[in-house]
């Protein structure tokens, strides 16, 4: 695993994201209401058994690995997905507009539940909210689109949550808060990627649209301990 986003959960968990962290130097993984991500430094038998006994308590979980891998017998493997890993190599068009983007915090985060619960972008719990720089795009009182950040494994930052109640598709929001995003992180200093469901051919077009390209094509594992 050369490149830092080969393993983006251990390595945002060891930079960006390390305030997070709970584990040892050999596997590490988030509080149970932020995030189901877990880690280890490389990939072995050896290393999974000691991420399994190291969490300390029983939960579904996500292992992210840039190829297939064997998981031990000890972990149950509930479901298995292939996500392209797209890296933002554009630039936001001069006088892109987002005023009408309005920050989310706590007070939001039944409506955040309910829109990706809705939507199913990608795990999003209680707590994910403190990862930051959540956006939506609201209907009077009603969210209706979403985004923020994610893994932040320095110098990349994810983009996630990205979604659209279905009523709302259509009208450009996604591709408004994706560029939102690009932009934030890149005056700070860092590069925008994320991840999608290779057959998510929809999403894809949107994101080569806006300038991300795709780096590689991850497997994701959701295990339950």
Request: aromatic share 12%; with cysteine.
């Amino acid at each position: 695993m050369e490149h830092v986003l080969d393993n983006p959960a251990w390595n945002a968990l060891s930079t960006g994201n390390k305030a997070f962290a709970g584990g040892n130097d050999i596997a590490k993984y988030f509080p149970k209401e932020v995030s189901p991500f877990v880690a280890i430094p490389e990939i072995s038998a050896e290393n999974f058994n000691l991420l399994y006994d190291t969490i300390p308590f029983e939960s579904h979980f996500i292992f992210i690995a840039p190829h297939d891998v064997v998981i031990p017998e000890q972990w149950n493997i509930v479901h298995y997905l292939k996500c392209l890993q797209m890296v933002f190599e554009g630039e936001v068009p001069a006088g892109f507009a987002d005023d009408d983007l309005l920050p989310l915090t706590e007070q939001h985060v039944p409506q955040m539940i309910e829109l990706t619960q809705l939507t199913n972008p990608g795990p999003f719990i209680e707590r994910t909210i403190e990862f930051g720089h959540y956006h939506g795009i609201f209907d009077r009182d009603k969210l209706v689109a979403m985004a923020g950040q994610r893994l932040n494994p320095t110098p990349y930052a994810e983009i996630s949550a990205v979604c659209t109640h279905p009523d709302y598709l259509g009208r450009g929001y996604a591709g408004k808060l994706l560029l939102n995003q690009a932009k934030r992180i890149k005056a700070a200093s860092e590069i925008p990627f994320l991840h999608v469901k290779s057959e998510n051919e929809r999403a894809i077009k949107v994101y080569e649209k806006l300038g991300f390209v795709t780096r590689k094509e991850m497997s994701f594992y959701v295990l339950r301990k």
